[in-house]
């Protein structure tokens, strides 16, 4: 099992960006998966996550309304379209896979997930 995050990089506040996290080896609708993010000197933090079968996505109110997840089954890629970025928004963002078959702490108690990719940074300035 492999995730990859890619597409961080350096954006002015009120910009967008694109984040893909490429799955491999394991077939991606049989797991939620979810966006962390972890800024310097904080916990991390959930950001959003899609169901298994139906990737339904659910969001932390933190981000609701501008940050939107999607499932591409075909080409394995869990998306994170970011929108309306603030610097507070400046963080590591990460992808990771739900171990089991559903929740018991809840998707943003971090000992859910089995798997985590290495994370790529995001920087919110002018």
């Known amino acids: 099992v492999q995730l990859q995050a890619s597409g961080g990089g350096l954006v002015q506040p009120g910009g967008s960006l694109r984040l893909s996290c490429a799955a491999s080896?394991?077939?991606?609708?049989?797991?939620?998966m979810s966006w962390f993010r972890q800024a310097p000197g904080k916990e991390r933090e959930g950001l959003a996550w899609v169901d298994s079968g139906d990737g339904k996505p659910h969001y932390a109110d933190s981000v609701k309304g501008r940050f939107r997840i999607s499932r591409d089954k075909t080409r394995k890629v869990v998306t994170l379209q970011m929108d309306s970025l603030e610097p507070e928004d400046t963080a590591v963002y990460l992808c990771a896979r739900r171990g089991g078959m559903s929740w018991y702490r809840g998707p943003w108690d971090i000992d859910e997930y089995d798997y985590w990719g290495k994370g790529t940074l995001v920087t919110v300035s002018s």
């Open positions: 080896g394991f077939i991606l609708d049989l797991y939620a």
